[in-house]
Every structure is written in C-alpha cells, then in structure tokens.
C-alpha cells in the first residue's frame, strides 16, 4: 500500500473548528502540522487536502467542506478522481457510544447512527470500508426527560479536560497510521482497539 488516503469527518467552518464532531479533522490537522504539509481547497475533490511522504508511501489528508450529512459526495469524489480500492481509505470519526478516549478500528460495519458514516455507506452502496472511530463520550441527558441532548452536545466545543484525553488519542493513532506501510494491518487494529488513555 504505497498510497494511504485519511479521510476525517467533520463541518467546515471556524464555528465548529473546535466541536467534538469534528474530531476527524483535528486528528488529521495535527497529522499534517507534524508532517509541515498545510491543507489546500480542491474544489474538484469536495475536499481540503494536504500530502507528504513517510519513507516510500504518500500519505493523503481529505477534510470535506461538504457538512458532515454530506460526507459521501466527497468519499465519492475521492475514490473516483484517484481510482482506488476502499482497502485504501481510513475514516476518521467520532463516537458518542465508545467512552471517552477510547478507539475503534473497524474494516467494516454499519453507521451506528453516525450521518457522516451513514451519507458514505449510502452513497458508496457498501459498509466495506476501514474506520477509526474515536470515543467522545455520552451526550447528557435533557433535563426532566430521558432522552439525550446529542445535537448540543456533539456540536459542543472540547473542553480543556477533554483535549488532554484526545491529544494522548491523536498521537496514539498518528503512530499507527505512520506503521501502516511497515507493520501487518491486524497488529495495528489490535494495537489502537487495546488503547487505555489511563496507561499513558
């Protein structure tokens, strides 16, 4: 696999720039700030993108300015504008059902009521594809009901605590996917699945 392509889930624009939605795109922005590589609009591919090399393999970044229900016109645009394999995507996600911190890698599954993932599998017409899901925690619930108050609390921005947590997260998973050339997938699947923040 000589070309990796990272795409992170997210919302365009500076008011959700720091939401936790949009943990895909903070990991993959502290990827690329590793690597000097800033992100540019390409318009043809729906996306902002960044590319650099680590040794032989050319690693590509997407964040999609499609808003997150959309997410699979610019999956789309990828796939097709490149002419690769699915086995060749990682979507980055965040997860209300995982806790805080903690990490999912998946080849495949179904969106667990995520729109970012549900938009792809639609419009890909597959669930066959690799995810990394990151946990954000459970929304809480709204006062004198039972139900949860998911959309504030997904658009909500990260708390200083929580960054702390999902900094530790960010390079756990950055470490990996800079393996993925070098090291079998199932060692780095199992490797971020036993990921603990506490053991850090």
């Not at 502290?30 to 650099?52: A, Q, T, V």
């Not at 993932?117 to 899901?133: A, G």
Request: proline share 2%.
């Amino acid at each position: 696999m000589n070309e990796i392509y990272l795409i992170g889930l997210g919302n365009p624009g500076k008011k959700y720039s720091k939401s936790r939605h949009n943990i895909g795109f903070l990991l993959l922005e502290n990827f690329s700030k590793k690597y000097n590589s800033n992100f540019l609009l390409k318009d043809k591919l729906k996306c902002s993108c960044s590319e650099f090399k680590i040794n032989d393999s050319t690693y590509r970044l997407f964040l999609p300015n499609t808003f997150m229900n959309k997410s699979g016109d610019a999956v789309r645009a990828i796939v097709d504008w490149y002419k690769i394999n699915l086995d060749q995507i990682f979507i980055i996600v965040d997860d209300k059902d995982l806790p805080l911190g903690k990490i999912r890698f998946r080849k495949r599954g179904g969106s667990g009521g995520h729109n970012g993932l549900k938009s792809i599998i639609e419009t890909l017409r597959t669930q066959d594809f690799n995810r990394i899901r990151i946990g954000i925690g459970s929304p809480p619930l709204i006062e004198g009901t039972n139900k949860f108050n998911t959309i504030s609390y997904v658009l909500g921005n990260i708390s200083m605590e929580e960054k702390s947590i999902l900094d530790k997260v960010y390079k756990r998973i950055i470490k990996s996917l800079e393996q993925l050339n070098t090291r079998k997938e199932e060692f780095i699947i199992k490797d971020l699945n036993s990921f603990d923040k506490d053991q850090i």
